[in-house]
């Protein structure tokens, strides 16, 4: 629902009031434990921690539709926050790295490294769309 106010024009009131409002330590711990909860599932390991996570061998283990499931949530989160980033500074400064923990920023990565964009010129407006790389696509030909 937050995403979908940020869809069409941009209206700075909105955005200052979701930069301002939102607890981005909080999401980040979401973004973390949903993160943990698909790794623990790829590798069939309840005991795994994000600590012991590497992100290459995550990679590796990707089926065609792991994106399917929980991890999805993860994907929305960081969609919202470089959505609000690219309007407002003060979002842009809470995406620095130095503002994550390990967890939090092996988590950020691992999406940010399966997301792409797009920049479409409406009117005279210049939107920047974000979406999941499914690994799906890696099947696809040149």
């Known amino acids: 629902m937050l995403k979908s106010l940020l869809i069409g024009e941009v209206d700075m009131e909105i955005i200052m009031r979701m930069t301002y409002s939102l607890d981005y330590d909080m999401i980040k711990e979401r973004m973390v434990a949903i993160f943990l909860r698909f790794a623990q599932k790829l590798e069939n390991n309840d005991y795994l921690r994000v600590s012991d996570i590497t992100i290459p061998k995550i990679n590796k283990n990707l089926d065609r539709y792991d994106f399917d499931g929980c991890i999805a949530e993860a994907f929305e989160i960081y ?64």
């Open 79 to 142: 969609i919202l926050f470089n959505s609000l980033a690219d309007s407002c500074p003060e979002a842009a400064e809470r995406l620095e790295r130095k503002t994550f923990t390990p967890d939090q920023w092996k988590a950020f990565d691992f999406v940010r490294g399966h997301t792409g964009r797009i920049e479409v010129y409406v009117n005279t407006s210049l939107l920047k769309i974000y979406f999941p790389i499914m690994p799906v696509c890696h099947y696809l030909s040149r």
